[in-house]
């Protein structure tokens, strides 16, 4: 039972300024993935945000979405959503584990994504989870990227040297060289 347990929720995320979100959806179970649609948006526009929807084929092609339009466009965080239904073959592993990967490794790479992606056994399972009002994912997800950019703000700077590279004042070239005996 969903209901049974009881979970420590953040307090909403706070912006001194407007965010703006990419949802990027895989409507292969449009019921359901209206459903983690509608709890997204609401959270979103709960902060004053905006958001933008582009609908892929599958959950496989958010990532490569989010990838796409962190290179080439201006938002603030994305929410994957979509919703993968174990089948009698083993493509629900290779969905499940490749699209939670890659949009782990997007969001170490600094992207603040909300994953509200679904991965459940049946389809009563999925309803729990994308129901408005009860535990819906999507609002989740929204609440998890907000969260990221809220961070990312807090910590904005100019970028860690990291390694073997460092500003020319921090470590100054030697000028001269001094006569040394040969070994």
């Known amino acids: 039972m969903a209901n049974a347990e009881q979970h420590f929720i953040l307090p909403r995320a706070t912006f001194d300024s ?3 979100i990419l949802i990027v959806r895989a409507p292969y179970y449009k019921d359901i993935s209206d459903d983690l649609l509608a709890g ?22 958010i990532p490569t979405a989010i990838g796409i339009a962190e290179r080439l466009s201006n938002f603030d965080g994305y929410v994957a959503l979509g919703c993968v239904i174990r089948g009698e073959t083993t493509h629900y592993e290779t969905v499940c584990n490749d699209s939670s990967r890659a949009i782990q490794l997007l969001g170490l790479q600094g992207l603040c994504i909300g994953n509200g992606i679904l991965t459940v056994e049946n389809r009563k399972q999925a309803e729990s989870r994308a129901n408005v009002d009860d535990q819906n994912k999507g609002s989740g997800a929204a609440a998890a990227a ?29 000028a001269a060289v001094k006569d040394t005996p040969n070994a």
């Open 146 to 174: 907000l969260h990221l950019i809220a961070l990312s703000r807090k910590w904005n700077r100019q970028a860690k040297n990291v390694g073997f590279l460092h500003d020319a004042e921090e470590a100054p070239v030697v």
């Open 40 to 61: 997204a948006t609401t959270e979103i526009e709960s902060v004053g945000g905006s958001w933008e929807l582009e609908d892929v084929p599958g959950a496989l092609e």
């Open 18 to 20: 407007s965010v703006k």
